[in-house]
Nanobody, 119 residues
Framework: QVHLVESGGGLVQPGGSLTLSCAAS????????MGWYRQAPGKQRELVAE???????DYADSVKGRFTISRDNAKKTVYLQMNSLNPEDAAVYYC?????????????WGQGTQVTVSS
């Protein structure tokens, strides 16, 4: 199975910045994509950003120019640098990975980390 550990959420003022990280672990883990989704109260979970193992990156239009996704393949960790945060960015942010391990294949989600944007 794959184990995901997310960190970096918290409270930030409008215009501020946060960096999320998600570290994946598992026996013989091979990830083809890592990314971040978010879900605000009363809304569906939506893509924020995703990066594949051949470095293709997708961003939600609402975060382009403000958020940057990156991954460290050696550490099996994905980061999300979030700048110029506004209240509409407040949500629970979930790490998502796609790949396979010794006893797992498919999609896995992290437990979520809360991002609150408020003055």
């Amino acid at each position: 199975q794959v184990h995901l550990v997310e960190s970096g959420g918290g409270l930030v003022q409008p215009g501020g910045s946060l960096t999320l990280s998600c570290a994946a672990s598992g026996r013989n883990l091979d990830l083809t994509a890592m990314g971040w989704y978010r879900q605000a109260p009363g809304k569906q979970r939506e893509l924020v950003a995703e990066v594949t193992n051949d470095d293709r990156i997708d961003y939600a239009d609402s975060v382009k120019g403000r958020f940057t996704i990156s991954r460290d393949n050696a550490k099996k960790t994905v980061y999300l640098q979030m700048n110029s945060l506004n209240p509409e960015d407040a949500a629970v942010y979930y790490c998502k990975v796609v790949g396979r391990a010794f006893d797992w294949a498919g999609v896995a989600w992290g437990q979520g980390t809360q991002v609150t944007v408020s003055s």
